[in-house]
């Protein structure tokens, strides 16, 4: 899967054309698996801390263009 970004010990990919809705899948120490996020920062599928979270609802909100 191709990596679009990594900060905060979080590594964010994305498919150009998945099988699902657009989402990203965010992999970090404290993620069990995947984190599915849509790009309104809605969690589709797991868990990230609220900190990292909000850092990554912040990222998708600087980068919504360009996904």
Do not use: A
């Amino acid at each position: 899967m191709p990596e679009i970004s990594r900060f905060l010990n979080m590594i964010i990919q994305m498919y150009y054309l998945d099988h699902e809705d657009p989402h990203i899948h965010v992999m970090s120490p404290e993620v069990n698996g995947i984190c599915k996020i849509n790009f309104e920062g809605i969690v589709l599928k797991g868990t990230l801390p609220i900190n990292k979270l909000r850092v990554l609802r912040k990222w998708i909100r600087m980068h919504k263009q360009e996904l």
